[in-house]
């Protein structure tokens, strides 16, 4: 009997101690499918590279866990990711042309009614309703350039007027068309004056409006002020947009097509990517209904994206689809009471691009490193790459760039389903456990059947 307890404990042990330790393996470049040279351009303490288009495509990890930068000596150098943004630049202010309109009243015979006539000698006639007791005074046309976005935010119109008057100020009330038929309020008394006291001068010429303009055109404003009669001459007035929030840059992953049927396509990446948007173009002109789903890996459920019309015409194409920033491993597209044509369409994805910043530590040459499933997040912070008192110093856009050279196969493809050491800890685990648990069966089952003997015999 103590000799069963012993082997019991001694497995009990072995599985304690498996579950305490740990599998220290060292990071290096075999450990990784794919790697790439680094070309350092000149010396410097910290260098960005802008990963490949093979680095997304091949990563074993949609979020680029499994990317490093190796010294010489085959040692992991630190290293940060940062997500890449576009250049933005300051849109360019509008030169609106400007027309004076004079004003007078329309008999309509309704009473209540108060319509204005606002007519320049150009041949502009516009007419405005509103309330009697509403003044009308003295009135611009403000025509935008031909070359406007259909749609912009207007974030500011800037006036300029002739020789300067001592004091005067108004209000102005503002009102955009695309028709100059159907005007819509944009912005009611706004104060712009002139004011003299002494050598002090007070001048505000300026109108904020922070009004984003619809998508159907907008062309004109109109400004109307509460006086009559103005001592001076609006001789100018600038469109000033807003500025655009800085975009992401984009990296296009294209799908590997497969025809399933003549009414339905699946695209897959190689490896999940995190797409935020989809875009589908059609090999040749034309309009397909089309139902379109995704999922994130090969045992998922299809989720659907959306219904909508791909088409292609005069050399445009419908508008990409938004993605919710999930892993996306396939998409499906199914027409609606449609067939595919001979060629099917091209499906592309975007996904953010990203950049690499590494310390260069020890000696080159260096090399960019990625493809491997039991890899686990090793990028460090900005703030723990460069010291907050370097950075004060040091322009960032200004780190050298260093341009990616000869691709070499380190690890090779089956780095790419290796298991981590965790995992391999989890499995011999599972493996002992059961092991204990049978023995344990199986010693129970010998001690039952010897118990059971002696029983039989001592009758």
Request: aromatic share 8%; net charge negative.
């Amino acid at each position: 009997m103590k000799k069963w307890h012993g082997l019991l404990l001694a497995a009990l042990m072995t599985t304690a101690s498996v579950a305490t330790g740990s599998d220290a393996v060292a990071d290096s470049p075999p450990d990784y499918a794919f790697g790439a040279t680094l070309d350092l351009p000149q010396p410097a303490s910290w260098y960005r590279v802008d990963l490949p288009q093979d680095t997304y495509a091949q990563s074993a990890w949609p979020d680029l866990r499994d990317v490093r930068v190796f010294n010489h000596d085959g040692e992991r150098v630190p290293f940060t990711l940062e997500t890449q943004r576009a250049t933005a630049r300051e849109p360019e202010p509008i030169a609106l042309r400007v027309f004076p309109l004079d004003t007078s009243p329309v008999d309509t015979g309704t009473e209540g009614q108060h319509v204005v006539r606002l007519h320049s000698s150009s041949g502009v006639d516009i007419r405005i309703e509103g309330e009697p007791d509403e003044v009308v005074g003295q009135s611009y046309l403000l025509a935008f350039p031909e070359n406007t976005p259909e749609s912009f935010n207007l974030a500011q119109l800037k006036l300029a007027w002739s020789e300067p008057v001592k004091n005067w100020r108004g209000k102005v009330t503002l009102f955009f068309s695309s028709d100059m038929r159907n005007w819509t309020t944009l912005q009611n008394d706004a104060p712009v004056m002139e004011l003299a006291s002494g050598s002090d001068r007070l001048k505000l010429d300026q109108i904020n409006l922070d009004q984003p303009m619809p998508a159907d055109g907008v062309r004109y404003l109109l400004m109307v002020f509460d006086n009559p009669t103005l001592p001076v001459t609006i001789t100018q007035v600038t469109a000033r947009p807003g500025s655009e929030p800085t975009p992401l840059e984009q990296v296009e992953m294209t799908g590997h097509e497969q025809r399933i049927s003549q009414t339905e396509a699946q695209y897959q990446w190689a490896q999940p990517q995190p797409l935020s948007a989809l875009s589908v173009r059609l090999a040749q002109e034309g309009v397909l209904p089309v139902a379109i789903d995704w999922r994130s890996s090969a045992s998922d459920e299809w989720k659907p994206l959306s219904k909508t019309v791909l088409w292609a015409l005069n050399g445009r194409v419908s508008a990409p689809l938004n993605l919710p920033g999930d892993v996306v491993q396939a998409v499906r597209i199914t027409t609606l009471d449609a067939r595919f044509p001979e060629a099917l369409p091209q499906v592309t994805g975007s996904r953010d691009r990203q950049s690499l910043v590494f310390n260069a530590q020890g000696k080159g040459p260096f090399m960019l490193a990625w493809g491997n499933r039991a890899a686990v997040p090793a990028a460090v912070t900005m703030e723990g790459l460069i010291p907050e008192a370097l950075r004060k110093q040091l322009d960032l856009t200004a780190i050298p760039e260093v341009l990616v050279q000869d691709r070499v196969t380190l690890g090779g493809e089956e780095r790419l389903t290796a298991t981590s050491p965790a995992e391999r800890q989890q499995t011999w685990k599972t493996v002992l456990v059961w092991g204990v648990l049978l023995l344990g069966v199986a010693v129970l089952v010998w001690m039952a059947l010897r118990i059971w003997r002696e029983v039989k015999t001592g009758k």
